[in-house]
Structure formats: C-alpha cells, structure tokens
C-alpha cells in the first residue's frame, strides 16, 4: 500500500487522508525533529506528528502548509 504524507495527499487528491498521522504512537517530538518516513511522492522524509512532511530534503519540497 502506498502511504502519502499529508502535503501529497491533498495535492493528489484534496484530502489528507492521514497515513502517517500519529506515526510516533503519541510521543511528543522536539521541536525540528521528525519521525522518518517513506513518502510515495516526496520520497524519504521527516514527518511531524499530524504527517506533515517537514524535510529541509524533501525532493518535491512542498510548501502547500504556507498557504
């Protein structure tokens, strides 16, 4: 199965269809720090914990929560 972070998913489909929603179980992360993850459209990536891909490397470098 294909898994989407956040950003993707509502480009792709104008949704969020939350795949990697709560990926680290509800452990709280540092501020800057995310949970690794493989995106079928960003590639590997950090996410936070709502699946928000916040890679500084992201190779689609999404910015779609800036707007």
């Known amino acids: 199965m294909a898994d989407f972070?956040?950003?993707?998913s509502i480009e792709l489909w104008g949704e969020d269809f939350?795949?990697?929603?709560?990926?680290g179980n509800g452990r709280v992360l540092l501020e800057g720090y995310g949970w690794p993850a493989l995106c079928e459209g960003c590639g590997p990536i950090l996410i936070d914990a709502a699946g928000n891909c916040i890679s500084d490397d992201c190779l689609e470098k999404k910015d779609i929560l800036k707007k």
């Open 18 to 23: 939350g795949d990697f929603k709560n990926l």
């Open 5 to 8: 972070c956040r950003q993707c």
